[in-house]
């Protein structure tokens, strides 16, 4: 006579997250189907994207520019050897999807900053950030209190950290944090004409490996508990100094005018990309539904055109600010510093070529413009157009929920193509 034992009874049924769910509170349904954005692929990074592969958080989008260097080898648990010279976002996913296949992950080697358009943003359940410099937080705050949705920060240095969450457009958002020394780092990434300084003085963050698991872990954490409605860090901070092993909670105050809070009105799909409608037809379109004299508010500054006051060379821009280096203002003719336009908004005043595209003026794919009337009338658009090149192969996850309800933290107003509130 002959037992068959199969592998499911050799374990009891269990499955690969058999013991997470024995928490009453957990919904693997509800993680599997999650969406989140990380931004960062260090070491903070390799830590937060082990854990979410681990956890089988379903669909994840990584955006890193910078390359793996010797250095990185000692505290990023997902890199090798031979990845040294390697994207650190491609080279992360790739562990990722080794450590689970179940998962989708994606990796956009680009910065956030210039090449995440805010319905990156949008698209995300939640979003955490595993990165090193004020100027980052800065732009995730903005974007996630835009479009409602909760993010997560960590920072490391030494044996301590700190791990905190931020629903902007409710809580206290990272801004409220901020004190005058931290703005005046923050001005120091930022020469006189606001371009990007092309050397800064600065020296490399001590930080272990140890460091930066701890709070890679705790910020997961955090993110899993939003995911499911439970109660987190939120307008909140734990600081954790690992030399003496003390652990401290602190509240921050919500400085109500803080400009880090302002968010927008449920977004319209338009069905179109940035490449494909001018500024003057978006235009034609705000005064049809909001009156004469609508203008259009950009997503975050740009650079439309740079002239020379010496040889009187002009040219277009057509990028975000901080995209330009010092020593790209340089003109090429006579070598004198050029003057640097900078734009916020759009209207018939003739500082921009309407015929140009929002693309033109170095808006990232799947990015969100305001149409706005005074300060009563406005309306949000989202160039859905873009979002299956934005996504990549994470676009099944925008498609397949449709029409948008509430994410997880999300203000009532505010909507997404995610899966609801708990």
Known sequence: MTIRLDREALLGGEDRYHRQQLIEWW???RVSGARVLVIGAGALGNEILKLLALTGIGWTMVYDPDRIERSNLSRSVLFRDADEGR?????????????????HAFARCEDVITRAGLGMFLWADVVIGGVDNREARVFINSACARTGRAWVDGAIEGLSGVVRAFLPAETACYECTMNATDRKLLAERRSCALLARDVVARGHVPSTAVAASLIGALEVQEAIKLLHGQPALLGEGVHIHGLWGDFSRVRYPRREECSGH???KTPIPLGLGVNDISLGALLDRAEATLGEGATL?????????ISCPGCG???PGGVVLGAMREADARCPACGAHRIVEIASSVARDGRIDLDATPADLGLPPFDILVARRGLEQEESWLFDGDAAAALGPLFESFQRERPWKAAPGAAPDLVSPLGGAP
Request: proline letters at 9%; hydrophobic letters at 45%.
């Open 27 to 29: 919904d693997q349904p």
């Open 87 to 103: 994207f650190k976002a491609d080279a992360a996913v790739a562990r990722m999807r080794e450590l689970n296949p179940e998962i």
């Open 262 to 264: 302002e968010r927008l």
């Open 297 to 305: 508010d950009l997503s975050r500054d740009v650079i439309p055109r």
């Open 313 to 315: 060379l002009a040219s």
